[in-house]
Nanobody
Framework: VQLQASGGGLVQAGDSLSLSCAASGNTFSYGAVGWFRQAPGKEREFVAA????????TYADSVKGRATISRDNTKRTVCLQMNSLKPEDTAVYYC????????????????WGHGTLVTVSS
């Protein structure tokens, strides 16, 4: 499985941004695709995940109510819509995939894409 994240950029606080994760290669019939982020000097942390095949979603408390994760099975993409962005959302955002039942556990994800940088100015 190859993953490619895109959509990052420089935005102002309060703005919205949509990140996209495109999958290619072999895929699997169950598991999850998740978004993680890593701010400068901090550890990588869970943001959101969407499960296969059911489509249930999970969010970190820090983005709950401001983020929506969705998928397009035809295009094999997973999107993360972020609203009301805050400076503390500034980070490199990564998408990952894995045959996991623990959505927020970083080590359960086997496949990672290169990150996309999101910078939120105050």
């Amino acid at each position: 499985v190859q993953l490619q994240a895109s959509g990052g950029g420089l935005v102002q606080a309060g703005d919205s941004l949509s990140l996209s994760c495109a999958a290619s290669g072999n895929t699997f019939s169950y598991g999850a695709v998740g978004w993680f982020r890593q701010a400068p000097g901090k550890e990588r942390e869970f943001v959101a995940a969407i499960r296969w095949p059911g489509g249930s979603t999970t969010y970190a408390d820090s983005v709950k109510g401001r983020a929506t994760i969705s998928r397009d099975n035809t295009k094999r993409t997973v999107c993360l819509q972020m609203n009301s962005l805050k400076p503390e959302d500034t980070a490199v955002y990564y998408c990952a995939a894995g045959k996991t039942s623990r959505d927020g556990v970083l080590s359960d994800y086997d496949y990672w894409g290169h990150g996309t940088l999101v910078t939120v100015s105050s």
